[in-house]
C-alpha cells in the first residue's frame, strides 16, 4: 500500500516537472536569456559553451535556448536543443527549414554586434515534442560568435 503510495506521488511529481520544465516561453524570456547568454559568455566563454551543450545553469528553460556559431566559418558550437544535437559542427548558413526556406543565411547575417535582430523560421521545440512550429530568434554577436535566443509562436 505504502510503495503504491509512493509510485503514485512520484508519478504526479514526473507530470507537475514535465508540464513546467517544458512551459512556453515569450519573446521577453528569449531576450532576457539572449541577455543572460551574452553576459556570460563575456565572463567565460568555454564554460558557457559547455552549459549551453548540457542544457545547464538556466541554458534550457522550458523551450527557450540558446545556440551559438562561430563569426569565422559559421560552424553550430553550441545549442541547447536536445532535439537537434546533430547541428554540432554544421555551417548555420546551410539551415533550411522544412517549408523550404534556408534562413541560415539569415541568422548569420543578423549576428552584429552591439545589435539585436529578429529572424523567422520553423524550428523543433525543445522538450519531448518534436514538432516543427513557427519560431522568431533574437540574434546578436559577441566574442566572435553569433548567438541567439528564439520563442516560438
Do not use: H
Not at 503504491?4 to 519573446?27: K, P
Not at 532576457?32 to 542544457?55: C, P, S
Request: aromatic share 10%; glycine share 12%.
Amino acid at each position: 500500500m505504502f510503495r503504491n503510495l509512493v509510485i503514485g506521488a512520484l508519478g504526479a511529481v514526473a507530470v507537475l516537472f514535465s508540464t513546467t520544465v517544458f512551459a512556453q516561453g515569450t519573446a521577453a524570456d528569449a531576450r532576457a536569456m539572449l541577455e543572460r547568454t551574452v553576459a556570460a559568455i563575456k565572463a567565460d566563454k568555454a564554460k558557457t559553451l559547455d552549459q549551453i551543450n548540457k542544457g545547464e545553469s538556466g541554458f534550457l528553460v522550458g523551450d527557450l535556448y540558446p545556440f551559438c556559431f562561430n563569426l569565422s566559418d559559421g560552424m553550430i558550437v553550441a545549442i541547447g536543443n536536445p532535439n537537434v544535437k546533430q547541428l554540432l559542427g554544421v555551417d548555420s548558413r546551410m539551415l533550411k527549414d522544412p517549408t523550404g526556406k534556408v534562413y541560415g543565411p539569415e541568422l548569420y547575417a543578423a549576428a552584429k554586434e552591439g545589435q539585436v535582430n529578429e529572424v523567422g523560421y520553423m524550428s523543433p521545440k525543445a522538450g519531448a515534442d518534436k514538432t516543427w512550429v513557427p519560431k522568431v530568434s533574437f540574434v546578436t554577436a559577441i566574442a566572435g560568435l553569433g548567438c541567439g535566443v528564439g520563442y516560438y509562436k
